[in-house]
């Protein structure tokens, strides 16, 4: 039960990009840059470049007002909110 909760808690989204005769690319997003780091590693066991890469620890605009807060944290909980909150493009080494 515990390994399925943190399955579900490290959630990578994976999209291949063409990259004709490259090696492969890929970006990735999820809620934090260890996560990436961990699936890139996974996705590219020789090595791999990052191309650009994108992290946000909070939300701004809710800093300063605990109700709305709590709805982007609802919002995220349910999987309705925009969970992802680190985003890289990759390029495997050959």
Known sequence: MVALALVACAQV????LGTADQPPAYELRSRTLAQ???EATRLCPTGYQVLRQWHSTQRAELEDN???KRVAQAQDFIGAGDAVQAQATIQCKS
Do not use: A, D, E, T
């Open 13 to 16: 989204n994976v999209r291949s």
């Open 66 to 68: 605990p109700l709305l």
């Open 36 to 38: 990436l780091k961990i």
